[in-house]
């Protein structure tokens, strides 16, 4: 199951974890919506590898803002605390988790 990140945890959840992906997501996003249940399922299947985390852009606009965050659903892949890449807008679950794979090994 992925994790809330949040402005008050993301600091925490960076140092402790080698490998973290944030979904940057809001409640009223469509393809938000679409994605959730693919990004749960990568949690699941990734669990012990990357640490897989939901992060509410309405909720939480500094780390919106330090992202850069401007169009969602957008995923930030972080290794060792530096942005190794992101993806914008809804992939299927074999295209997300073939992505994170390729990025981390």
Request: negative net charge.
């Amino acid at each position: 199951m992925a994790i809330e990140i949040t402005n008050n945890n993301y600091e925490d959840i960076v140092k402790y974890n080698d490998v973290v992906l944030i979904d940057f997501w809001a409640t009223w996003c469509g393809p938000c919506q679409m994605l959730g249940p693919v990004v749960s399922q990568l949690a699941d299947e990734l669990d012990g590898t990357v640490v897989v985390g939901k992060c509410d852009v309405d909720e939480n606009e500094e780390l919106t803002i330090k992202f850069g965050v401007n169009t969602i659903p957008n995923l930030v892949l972080i290794k060792d605390g530096e942005v190794l890449d992101r993806s914008i807008g809804y992939k299927d679950f074999n295209t997300l988790k073939n992505w994170v794979l390729s990025k981390i090994n």
